[in-house]
């Protein structure tokens, strides 16, 4: 694939992005200097040391956060020069944000913390309530959606958290260390369904420390003090099972 | 108006979660509107009772008393209406219709009466024929005081219809004789019935004539009496009032500058003092809740300030689902509202409560009668509140930065 080619498709680009934080004289380079394209169905793998700027990165991608300096162009459109309101159309549609601590609104069952994406989509609750139903039938938790996160295990909440970043249909799904709180047993399951997702054609990026986590995706981005210090293509060991 | 209905249903969520604490939170609105329609409900009551009793006075009546200074009752000078004032006013002042007088009992006591062996106590009073026309009340049967009978001093009197269950006279009392102070009183006739008034009967009265009073009172040169007027033409009554002021001044030898030892007032009048006594209190219990409402919406903004620190992740969380500021803010606004309303409701029916129970517990209590103007200002005013204590705590769940709500621990 050609360089231009793939920045054409890039349903992410990021040019010389910076993130910096002041703080008092001292300046925090969290990100120093990013480019980066990320296309469509890539299975991406983000690894580096702690602070090395993953979460920072995470955050950009996800909306949450807007670079000091650089663009980030999502979809074609620059985040930088996006108002507020717009911000949170792109969260609320574009994006599928999951989290290492789950994230879940407490006082809220497995069903309403699913369906309260879709609210802001100004959806009927009927509709609202069959989605969200699917969704979290696709997570194997549909015999659950009355449950309170406190009334289920961390790989039960992380797949709620999983089945409400997708029921709004996401471009793009954000993960930043799902599995950082989970065994590895949980962990397998929960990675066994990022790849079906994968599958099925979702763009995926996740943050990992975990080398045999990395080495599921297609693609490893390796940060080192706000940059990037490797970039890596390689196959996915699943698929290439399936080849054989 | 999606989002709206939404939040009214997520802040109501919210309310039932936090239950105790929301009753809690809205306790200082439940109070303000409680007191507000108990008295509300109480006072609307009586005014409307207190109306109807005035009704019977027609506008053109005009009551003339003595009037005695404060000062002046200290040195033990009491002004004086007599006989001769009344007899003045008849003879010499046009446009008159009727005229009565009415001669209370001069120590302010009340009668004794007696009946066979039952004895009780009643307010005895004279007056002239023209008291029924005046007062537009007039016997339920029987027949009415005639000139003659205050001419020739008959002992014969009309009761209102408390005397008969007091006296357990017969139900057909015309005719039986019954002892008022010293002196045997034939009955001729009984009054309308008039009802109560504060709980106090209005038809535990005997009435006979003047003259039979005036004698019954002995020393008849003393005798403080009331005159009460008809005026044929409403038109001319200030023209009237005046020249019986002018009268009486004259008469009572007032020099310029001196006040009037007497007082002349309007059916009017006397419902309008009235009136105005109800909307002093009105104002003042008006004022005091407007009080406590802003009392109680600080607490309310305080639990929500408290609330938006508490949820800081909740809102974070939200944010990156793709809450907007304004999607924040309204549910953090809709959320202090329904507070507001939730407290306002149940203050209303508390005090309702409150009104009825009083009206129940106080014998004779016009019942409790909560118009519509003031279920709609409780709240209207309940949402104000709500709507002026939230928006500060809402404006401050909106601001939040997603990512520092997010990590905020
Ligand atoms: N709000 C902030 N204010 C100041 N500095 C910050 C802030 N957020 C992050 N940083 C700094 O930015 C750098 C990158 O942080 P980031 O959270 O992206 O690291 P990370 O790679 O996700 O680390 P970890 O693996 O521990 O999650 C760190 O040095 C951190 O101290
Ligand atoms: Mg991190």
Redesign the pocket.
Known sequence: MSETKEAASAVIRFRDVARR?V?GDQV?N?LDGVGLDIARNEYVAIV??????????MNIIGCLDRPTEGSYVLDGEDVGHMSELKLARVRNREIGFVFQSFNLLPRADALKNVMQPLVYRGMRLSERRALAERALQRVGLGDRIDHLPNQLSGGQRQRVAIARALVGQPAILLAD?PTGNLDSRTTQEIMELFDELHDEGQTIIM?T?EPDIAAHCERVIR?ED?RVAEDQRQHKRRALENQH | MFMLWESVRSALASIRAHGFRSILTSLGIIIGVMSVIAVVSIVQGLSATVNAQFEGLGSNTLTVRSYTPFKKALQGQYARLSNEDMELIRRRIDGISHITPILYSQSGAQGRIAYRSQESFSQVFGVGPDWMEVNSSFPETGRALAREDDQRRRLVCLIGTEVIKNLELPDEPIGEYFRVNNDWCRIIGVMEQRGELFGFSQDDYVMMPYGTARRMQGSSRDLDIQVQLLVEDMERQDEVIARIRRLLRQEHGLKAGDADDFRIQTSEQLTESFNAIISTITAAVVGIVGVSLVVGGIGIMNIMLVSVTERTREIGILKALGATRRDILLQFLIEAVMLCLVGGLIGIALGYAVGALAATLLPGFPPAYVPGWAILLSFGFSAGVGVIFGIIPAAKASQLDP??AL?YE
Not at chain 1, 48 to 57: C, E, H, L, R
């Open positions: 934080y703080m925090v969290a580096g040391a702690s602070g090395s700027g993953k979460s920072t990165m260390e943050v420390h940060l706000g | 990512i520092d990590r």
